[in-house]
C-alpha cells in the first residue's frame, strides 16, 4: 500500500510540475477575451456618451418580472416610454397589451436587435418603437406610463427629471430598485422581481406636504 501511495503522489506531482500547454493557454487566454467583449457589448452600452454618474449596465428582466410589471400596467392607456429598453421584452409585453410603446436605448447593437425582433413580430411603429439615444436628453412629457430598470446610483436624478416632465395623470414603474422618497400607489412581487407603481399626482402631493412648513399655530420650538 505505501508503494501506490508513493507512486500516485509522484504521478501527481510531476503533472503539477509540467507546463500548461501552449495551445491550452491560447485557448483559455481567447476564451476569456471573447466574454470580455461580448460583455463590454453588451453589458456597457455606450458609456462614453453617458456621464459617469448616470451610467448602467444591461440587466434584462426576468420573465416574473416583466409580469409583476404588467400587473402594475393593467387597465392603463395612452403611450409608454421604456427608459434603457435593452433587448425590448417590456416594450414587446406592453404593446401587446394595447399601449403604444417607444424603448430608449443607448447601445445601438442591442436597439436595432429589438428593432428586428419588432419586424418579426409584425408591429408596427406606431405600436412598438425603438430608438437608439439617450433618454436623459429626451422631453417625456408625451408619455403617461415609464417603466425602468436601472440602478439605485441614478433614481434620485431620474426622479428629479419626471418630477419636471411628466404629467400628472402618469404612472412610473421602478423595477427592482425604487424612488427613495417617492411614496408608491402599488407594489408587485418581491426581491429582484419586486416593482413599484408611483402615480405622479400623488407623489407630487406627498412631497409638497413634506416642503410646506406648518401653520405658526402648530409651530413647536
Given amino acids: 500500500m505505501d508503494d501506490i501511495d508513493v507512486i500516485l503522489q509522484d504521478k501527481r506531482l510531476r503533472l503539477l510540475q509540467q507546463p500548461l500547454s501552449p495551445i491550452f493557454t491560447a485557448s483559455t487566454g481567447a476564451l476569456l477575451l471573447g466574454v470580455y467583449r461580448l460583455w463590454t457589448v453588451f453589458a456597457l452600452p455606450g458609456f462614453r456618451k453617458v456621464p459617469v454618474n448616470l451610467k448602467v449596465p444591461f440587466l434584462p428582466s426576468g420573465k416574473t ?18 427608459l434603457g429598453s435593452g433587448d425590448g421584452r417590456l416594450v414587446f409585453a406592453a404593446s401587446h397589451a394595447g399601449l ?51 440602478a439605485p446610483g441614478v433614481m434620485d436624478v431620474l426622479g428629479e427629471k419626471l418630477l419636471k416632465e411628466l404629467p400628472d395623470d402618469a404612472r412610473v ?17 418581491q426581491g429582484l ?24 399655530a402648530e409651530t413647536q420650538c
Fill in 65 to 82: 418580472q416583466t409580469q409583476n410589471v404588467m400587473k402594475l400596467l393593467r387597465g392603463r392607456r395612452g403611450c409608454l416610454v421604456d
Fill in 100 to 150: 403604444r410603446c417607444t424603448g430608449y436605448e443607448i447601445n445601438s447593437i442591442l436597439t436595432t436587435s429589438a428593432q428586428v425582433r419588432a419586424w418579426w413580430r409584425g408591429l408596427s411603429p406606431s405600436s412598438a418603437s425603438f430608438v437608439s439615444g439617450d433618454f436623459w436628453k429626451t422631453d417625456l412629457s408625451d408619455y403617461n406610463n415609464v417603466t425602468a430598470f436601472l
Fill in 173 to 189: 414603474i421602478a423595477c427592482r430598485f425604487p424612488f427613495p422618497d417617492w411614496p408608491c400607489s402599488a407594489s408587485e412581487g
Fill in 193 to 216: 422581481d419586486q416593482v413599484w407603481a408611483y402615480d405622479m399626482g400623488a407623489v407630487r402631493g406627498c412631497l409638497l406636504q413634506t416642503l410646506m412648513p406648518l401653520p405658526k
